[in-house]
């Protein structure tokens, strides 16, 4: 039994030296190692934390669990056709249609109840071919109607030439936008092509517009759904009521 207890303390102090000399020749080594291991879990740590607090964050971002931050952001900006807008930059388009609906609903409803053109009509079209009143044809001739000049023998300060990308023309110069929203009306009530136009009643706008656009008032193939389009998007049958 004494002997047994001998040789166990002598194999334990042969452990214990070797120990000793394991860490005297390779401490470098074991402090690498040691110091490796507790950043690596500092690391594990810090993750967890900030997924723990991430997660409550996304859920309120959206009432559909299914939709992310970024996806909320770009749903703002898209329109009735899926094409991404500026917000600013249509809000301010938006500011200066109204702007111009303030300045014209009374004259246009002054045109109607002398000419029976809706007002809705003059008014959309009014905004659709001066670009609410920006482009360069109405802020240069007062011209808010793209009306053009046919006559051969013009006196000075009736047309201008007005170039676009694909071809020049003459268009009418006015003393005022006013006189143009009167231009327009004569324009109308006074061709041939447009006389069924004043068959069909001052309330229905789509019929207008689409007759508009059959008797060939502009070569867009869209014009007329634009036109109804404008009407209803700001509410301009209400000034033929």
Not at 66 to 95: C, H, M, W, Y
Not at 118 to 130: F, N, R, V
Not at 159 to 187: G, V
């Amino acid at each position: 039994m004494i002997v047994k207890l001998t040789s166990l303390r002598n194999a334990l102090e042969q452990l214990r030296q070797q120990g000793a000399c394991l860490v005297e020749h390779h401490w470098l080594k074991l402090l690498v190692a040691f110091f490796f291991c507790f950043l690596m879990l500092e690391r594990n740590l810090t993750l967890e934390l900030r997924l723990s607090t991430t997660k409550p964050l996304m859920n309120l971002s959206s009432k559909n669990p299914d939709v992310t931050p970024q996806e909320t952001a770009l749903n703002t900006g898209l329109n009735g056709d899926g094409k991404a807008v500026f917000i600013a930059e249509d809000s301010e388009k938006r500011q200066r249609q109204k702007a111009y609906i303030r300045r014209f609903a009374k004259v246009a409803q002054a045109e109607m109840e002398k000419y029976g053109i809706p007002a809705s009509i003059k008014l959309a079209q009014g905004l659709l071919e001066s670009d609410a009143g920006k482009s360069p044809l109405a802020q240069n001739n007062n011209n808010h109607f793209g009306i053009k000049c046919f006559s051969r023998n013009c006196r000075k300060g009736h047309c201008s030439n007005f170039q676009d990308d694909s071809h020049k023309d003459f268009f009418r110069i006015y003393p005022s936008a006013w006189e143009s929203f009167r231009a327009h009306s004569l324009m109308l009530r006074q061709k041939d092509r447009y006389q069924p136009l004043f068959t069909l009643p001052t309330t229905d706008y789509r019929a207008w517009a689409a007759g508009l656009s059959k008797a060939g008032y502009a070569t867009d193939p869209d014009y007329a759904e634009k036109v109804v389009r404008l009407i209803e998007a700001l509410n301009l049958q209400r000034f033929d009521e």
